[in-house]
Nanobody, 124 residues
């Protein structure tokens, strides 16, 4: 079983930055890719970014391209989401997810494990 724990959320003013972390653990952690999603109450979970564990190939949603950066630390089993130029519409609960085998990267059901989420609130 894989456990994912997000951290780094909080309250920030518009234009500010936050860095989210997602620490993965388990008896033997292995993943093909890790992703970040966000969800606003009453709306579907939205794909933001993904990174392959080996090779660090990245993929971004158009809504965050150029503002958010996904990265990973292989030694620490941790993936990060650096968020810059934050806007009030970025307010949501942010989730990280792990995909064990190669597949699509942009849909919730592409992923096998999920963290509990961390709240990000951007004030205007």
């Amino acid at each position: 079983q894989v456990q994912l724990v997000e951290s780094g959320g909080g309250l920030v003013q518009a234009g500010g930055s936050l860095r989210l972390s997602c620490a993965a653990s388990g008896r033997t952690f292995s993943a093909y890719a890790m992703g970040w999603f966000r969800q606003v109450l009453g709306k579907e979970r939205e794909f933001l970014a993904a990174i392959t564990w080996i090779g660090s190939n990245t993929l971004y949603a158009d809504s965050v391209k150029g503002r958010f950066t996904i990265s990973r630390d292989y030694a620490k089993n941790t993936v990060y989401l650096q968020m810059n130029s934050l806007k009030p519409e970025d307010t949501a609960v942010y989730y990280c997810a792990a995909q064990q085998s190669p597949g699509g990267l942009t849909l919730s059901y592409d992923y096998d494990y999920w963290g509990q989420g961390t709240q990000v609130t951007v004030s205007s």
